[in-house]
């Protein structure tokens, strides 16, 4: 049996846990509600973002496929971009990304400070359909996604360029996203955000900046 110091050592000792576990289960609380919090104002950042960028190009005539869900901005080729099995960029499409280019950083940079800088890369998705060879897809796309980064960097200055190619980054996807039966919607550019604490094609842009497609930053 315990003597009553005994007892009232172990008694403050329990107090002393319970005190501590109190704590531990306080500060759990206030760090799930501060997450909260931060994933609320990060979802309503990325939502103007995305709206933005969607109401500007519109407003501008410019016809692209918008995802209204993650912003991916879809150019589909249709000879607009490239001629089939090549990565030398037509004249029509140098003419549209003139046009596109400088509306859709400027809907990005013109947001507040805060809300551009949720955009920490923009990935250049060069994609293919599923004919012909799979390897050689894969190198055509990630040429024709290159061939748009290095048209951007050439092209006149524009508002917020030096912006826009600091976090411009070529990859390509090959056949990988493309339908069973080859379709021509799958021969497209896709210009997609990367926020913060995303790490959407990390490996793919690394390589690209590796092996010498695009000059790292």
């Known amino acids: 049996m315990l003597d009553a110091n005994e007892f009232s050592d172990h008694e403050s000792q329990s107090a002393s846990w319970i005190a501590l576990a109190d704590l531990m289960t306080g500060l759990m609380a206030i760090f799930l509600v501060l997450c909260l ?3 609320t104002n990060q979802n309503r950042t990325r939502s103007i973002i995305i709206t933005t960028v969607t109401e500007a190009l519109k407003n501008a005539n410019i016809e692209v496929t918008t995802d209204a869900k993650t912003g991916d901005v879809s150019i589909v080729n249709r000879d ?3 001629d089939n099995n090549s990565s030398i960029l037509r004249e029509d499409g140098k003419i549209f990304l003139t046009k596109f280019v400088p509306a859709y950083s400027k809907a990005i940079f013109d947001l ?3 809300e551009s800088d949720e955009v920490v890369r923009v990935v250049v998705e060069g994609r293919t359909s599923r ?3 799979a390897a ?3 190198t055509l796309s990630l040429e024709r996604a290159n061939a748009v980064v290095q048209y951007i960097y050439y092209m006149n200055d524009f ?3 030096k912006e826009m190619l600091q976090r411009l980054t070529p990859v390509g996807r090959g056949v990988m996203e493309a339908q069973k039966i080859d379709n021509n919607k799958d021969r497209e550019v896709l210009f997609r955000f990367q926020f913060k604490g995303e790490y ?5 842009a690394d390589d690209a900046i590796k092996n010498g ?3 790292g930053s």
């Open 80 to 82: 607009l971009l490239f």
């Open 37 to 39: 919090v931060i994933l």
């Open 213 to 215: 497609f695009i000059k």
């Open 131 to 133: 004919s012909g060879n």
């Open 159 to 161: 508002k917020y360029k």
């Open 200 to 204: 959407v094609n990390k490996q793919e």
């Open 112 to 114: 507040k400070k805060n």
């Open 136 to 138: 050689h897809n894969m």
